[in-house]
């Protein structure tokens, strides 16, 4: 699944051509999950579906995005 990313406040993801595999996202939170250690949250997003991952992520990182 791809997603475009339309709103980043961050600026980690250009919203102008910000589309990427919604796997990445999730694997962009889980290196940052793993620099914190935290082994529960890692276990959940591993466990989800790719969509429940990506709208976590997305909600934690304050992301607006669509599917494309």
Do not use: H
């Amino acid at each position: 699944m791809k997603i475009k990313i339309t709103f980043d406040p961050e600026g980690i993801y250009d919203p102008e051509d910000g589309i990427i595999d919604a796997q990445q996202l999730v694997d962009d939170y889980i290196e940052c999950l793993n620099e914190v250690e935290d082994a529960d949250c890692i276990a959940f997003l591993n466990r989800s579906e790719i969509g429940k991952a990506v709208d976590f992520v997305a909600d934690m990182w304050r992301l607006d995005y669509k599917i494309v």
